[in-house]
């Protein structure tokens, strides 16, 4: 009798695992923040409304990256200020290529306007991703061998 052959519990790439996971946390927490925008703006204006929701939910989507999308042990201020910066980031990204679409057609269209908004949105989630993936939740490991004391070279010998 021969032993059953070992598959492996995912089919898919890591990368794309994390990725899949990254936009469905992302997804969801914007799909909340759009409900708690509109049951809060009538209690509030909708400047102090959208600044709420938007610290909330990048708090929120911080976390629910670092433990599903990353799998990561970082916590902590240090990783929601990182995490915030790159929000930032892709604000300014998408409010550029707005920018720029008004600059190039002074009145362009719903839908140009919603494509170009769509399209640097999407480039900006996918650079987030990368930013968070090998900046914010990098694995730590190299980086604590250091402080301990251990180099590769030790380690292999």
Not at 6 to 11: A, F, G, V, W
Not at 105 to 111: D, I, L
Not at 131 to 152: P, Q, T
Request: proline letters at 3%; one cysteine or more.
């Amino acid at each position: 009798m021969t032993a059953p052959a070992h598959r492996p519990t995912s089919t898919a790439h890591p990368l794309v695992a994390a990725f899949v996971r990254f936009v469905v946390c992302g997804g969801g927490v914007g799909l909340a923040s759009s409900a708690a925008l509109v049951l809060l703006s009538g209690r509030m204006s909708m400047v102090v409304a959208n600044a709420l929701i938007s610290v909330v939910s990048t708090v929120l989507a911080t976390e629910l990256h670092s433990r599903i999308s990353f799998r990561s042990e970082r916590r902590g201020w240090s990783v929601h200020l990182q995490s915030g910066l790159t929000v930032a980031v892709s604000y300014a990204f998408t409010t550029g290529a707005l920018l720029l679409l008004h600059s190039l057609q002074s009145a362009p269209s719903a839908v140009v306007e919603q494509s170009v908004y769509l399209s640097a949105s999407a480039l900006a989630g996918v650079g987030r991703f990368a930013l968070l993936r090998v900046v914010v939740f990098a694995e730590r490991a190299a980086k604590n061998d250091a402080v301990l004391g251990k180099s590769s070279v030790a380690m292999t010998a």
